[in-house]
């Protein structure tokens, strides 16, 4: 999850999906760019073949400090070495984005565990 989260928070991003890589679904799920959801977060057994990721990018209220609902889009990637990510459209981004990185998966016994974190973003230019 952390691999993941690391590739998203340090992807070009401004509100205008044509002028980001963050703000982009498509971009985020395209088979040329080497860090799309199309390829597993790293090389490990784990992210290859047993984790269902998705990824959540939700506009964020930083007076309420929320996200705000119905904002942004989803990218689901299930287990695989390749695979092709199901994309949720919802809305474009504003300038401050919540990402959400969840793993799922059937422990030994199909007993369902997850694990998941986040972090806030703002759009801008990297020094």
């Known amino acids: 999850?952390?691999?993941?989260?690391?590739?998203l928070r340090n992807l070009a991003f401004t509100p205008d999906p044509a002028g980001s890589d963050l703000a982009n679904a498509t971009y985020l799920i395209d088979p040329n760019n080497l860090m799309s959801m199309v390829y597993p977060a790293n090389g490990s057994d784990f992210a290859k073949t047993k984790a269902t990721e998705i990824v959540t990018i939700s506009n964020y209220d930083t007076a309420s400090k929320r996200p705000i609902s119905g904002t942004g889009f989803t990218?689901?990637?299930p287990p695989?070495?390749?695979v092709t990510p199901l994309i949720t459209a919802r809305s474009s981004l504003a300038t401050?984005?919540?990402v959400n990185v969840t793993y799922t998966?059937?422990?030994l016994g199909g007993r369902p565990g997850s694990e998941q974190t986040e972090t806030i973003?703002?759009?801008g230019t990297k020094k």
Do not use: F, K, P, Y
């Not at 999850?1 to 590739?7: A, H, I, P, S, V």
């Open 1 to 7: 999850m952390q691999d993941r989260l690391e590739t």
């Open 75 to 77: 990218i689901t990637r």
């Open 80 to 82: 695989g070495a390749t």
């Open 96 to 98: 401050v984005v919540l």
């Open 105 to 107: 998966w059937n422990m």
């Open 121 to 123: 973003i703002a759009s």
